[in-house]
């Protein structure tokens, strides 16, 4: 069983930064894409960013494109998200996610492998 442990979220002003962490538990880590998501209130969940197994492959949403940085470090089991930027409309509970592969994803269905969340709230 693969356990993902977020921690970074917070109360942020708007213009201000926040790093997200995500912690894998699995020796799988290494060699599967891993993604953000958030969920806003009431709105469905949407993909925020993904990388490849390398870290080479990045995709964005359009919604955070030049504001957040995904990356991993493959020797922690850990992947981040650096949020710049940051907008009241970013307010949302971040989960990250295990893809089911080596190939990036920006499809929920396509992870496997979820984490419990954590609450970014940016306040204008």
């Known amino acids: 069983q693969v356990q993902l442990v977020e921690s970074g979220g917070g109360l942020v002003q708007a213009g201000g930064s926040l790093r997200l962490s995500c912690a894998a538990s699995?020796?799988?880590?290494?060699?599967?894409?891993m993604g953000w998501f958030r969920r806003a209130p009431g709105k469905e969940r949407e993909f925020v960013a993904a990388?490849?197994?390398?870290?080479?492959?990045?995709f964005y949403a359009d919604s955070v494109k030049g504001r957040f940085t995904i990356s991993r470090d493959n020797a922690k089991n850990t992947v981040y998200l650096q949020m710049n930027s940051l907008k009241p409309e970013d307010t949302a509970v971040y989960y990250c996610?295990?893809?089911?592969?080596?190939?990036?994803?920006?499809?929920?269905?396509?992870?496997?492998?979820w984490g419990q969340g954590t609450q970014v709230t940016v306040s204008s």
């Open positions: 699995a020796r799988t880590f290494s060699s599967r894409a």
């Open positions: 996610a295990q893809a089911q592969s080596i190939l990036v994803t920006t499809r929920s269905r396509e992870y496997d492998y």
């Open positions: 990388l490849s197994w390398t870290g080479d492959n990045q």
